[in-house]
Every structure is written in structure tokens, then in C-alpha cells.
């Protein structure tokens, strides 16, 4: 039988990988992978929580918005990519300085 | 003791994971990440919230990840096959940040009184879901909708004026 604590390993784990990859991959592509385990990783935390201590369906609930919201936001950091590209025919974000103070 | 499914699943999710941002090819990362989403949306079969599994099937591995799939074959450039990796003091940090906040959220878990909790049983269904989104959560649902119509028109808006902008 799995435990909570083993559900919170696996989203400790993700989430770790996900900071991992936001603090060393370059290309914006990559870093939205990382944002996306990272909500995965948040998710899993909500649903583990709420079916093992509240046994309510809120965590549930919290969860369909999230991937809606996670969903949304895709899409626009995808429409912003492909304008970096077109622009700069690149997209590591260490070159785009258009925005830098 | 956790059984095999959630052990076979565990691995899917966290190698999935791994393999979307050290893959050479970045649309094998694109893949990796979808098998990887997939692998969660078991974990959410595996915690008995099969309505979450599926909208995260439908919604992630059947929109996004292909979403993404398609930007990434737009923007793909073949030196993207011998990418500039990144300085090793840069990577060491990186690894360090994971494993740091990783292991505290762990060790937090582990140090409190919620190891006790295993039983899965009376877990809510669909019946309680649909009542919270019909009534107290409604609004959320309502402006919820509202985002997702702006951002995918704001979406449209980017990636199109653009392409007049070049053609003048």
C-alpha cells in the first residue's frame, strides 16, 4: 500500500528537477519544460494531500484550475517564443537583452 | 511498502523528467516530457482521482504537449545539436539548488506526523467535484474561462502582428 509520503517523495523529486533545469538550461524551450514538471510536480502534491487527510474533493477541484491555468500560460510562452525566433532567429534567453534594465 | 504500478510509474514520471531537459535533441524532450506528464496523470489514477487522470491526459499529454511539440519543430535549428552546454560550476550549483530544496521538502514531510496517513479509502468522486465547480467555486470557473479565451487571443495577437510587421 503507498503511503503519503511516498507521493511526496515522487513530487519533491519533479519538483527538484524542475529547479534544476531553471537554473541551468539556457533555451526558453527548456525552461518551460522546467515550469511545467514543476506545476506537475505542485498537482501532485494537491491531489496526494487531499485524498490521504481531508478525503474532500477541493484538492481535486484546485487541480482542474491549475491545469487549465497551466494550460493558458503554454500557450502564451509558446506565441512569445516563436516571436523570439523571429525576431533573433535564437531563443536562449541570455541573448534576448531587449527587455534589460 | 509502495507496489510495482506505483514504483513503474514513480520512475516514468521522475526519468521522463530527467530525459525532457538533458535530451540532445530538443523534440525528444518534448516527447520525454509528454511520457513524463502521462506519468503523473497514472499517479493521479494510482491516488483514486480518475477524473483529475484524465483531464491531465486530455488537457496535457493531448494539448499542450503537442502544442509544444509544434512550436518546437517551428523554432528547431540543426546547431541545436551541438548546443553550448553549460559551465560545469553552473550545473553543479543547479543540481545542488534541486537536491537542497528536494531534500528539505522531504526531510519537512518526514519530521511531521502526516507518515501516518495511509489509508485511501472514502476518497471523494466526481459527484463532490461537480458540486464544488457548480456552486461555491463557480466564479473561479467562470473567470477562469475569461483567461484561457484572453491568453489564446493574445496568443494569436503575438505570433500574427509580427508577420505583417516583416512583410512591409
Known amino acids: 500500500m503507498n503511503t503519503l509520503t511516498d507521493y511526496v517523495f515522487v513530487s519533491a523529486v519533479l519538483f527538484g528537477i524542475g529547479i534544476y533545469g531553471l537554473v541551468v538550461k539556457r533555451s526558453a524551450l527548456r525552461l518551460l519544460f522546467s515550469v511545467e514538471i514543476m506545476i506537475n510536480a505542485a498537482n501532485l502534491n494537491f491531489v496526494a494531500f487531499s485524498q490521504y487527510l481531508w478525503k474532500d474533493a477541493v484538492g481535486q477541484t484546485v487541480v482542474l484550475f491549475s491545469i487549465a491555468l497551466a494550460a493558458a500560460e503554454a500557450a502564451v510562452i509558446l506565441a512569445i517564443v516563436v516571436v523570439a525566433y523571429r525576431l533573433h532567429k535564437d531563443v536562449d534567453v541570455s541573448k534576448l537583452k531587449e527587455l534589460e534594465g | ?168
Do not use: C, H
Not at chain 2, 105 to 132: F, H, K, P, W
Open chain 2, 1 to 168: 511498502m509502495a507496489d510495482i504500478v506505483f514504483i513503474a510509474m514513480m520512475i516514468v514520471a521522475i526519468g521522463g523528467a530527467i530525459v525532457a531537459l538533458e535530451a540532445d535533441e530538443i523534440v525528444y524532450g518534448a516527447i520525454a516530457l509528454a511520457g513524463s506528464l502521462f506519468g503523473v496523470a497514472a499517479l493521479f489514477f494510482l491516488l483514486d482521482a480518475p477524473y483529475v487522470a484524465v483531464f491531465q491526459i486530455t488537457v496535457y499529454v493531448g494539448a499542450v504537449a503537442v502544442l509544444i511539440l509544434f512550436t518546437v519543430m517551428l523554432v528547431r535549428q540543426e546547431k541545436w545539436a551541438n548546443e553550448v552546454p553549460s559551465r560545469s560550476i553552473t550545473k553543479l550549483a543547479g543540481v545542488l539548488t534541486g537536491v537542497a530544496i528536494a531534500g528539505s521538502l522531504v526531510a519537512a514531510v518526514v519530521g511531521s506526523s502526516l507518515t501516518s496517513s495511509t489509508e485511501l479509502e472514502n476518497a471523494a468522486g466526481y459527484l463532490q467535484i461537480g458540486q464544488l465547480i457548480s456552486t461555491g467555486y463557480a466564479p473561479i470557473l467562470e473567470v477562469l474561462a475569461l483567461v484561457l479565451a484572453a491568453s489564446v487571443i493574445g496568443a494569436i495577437t503575438l505570433s500574427r502582428a509580427d508577420r505583417e510587421e516583416n512583410e512591409q
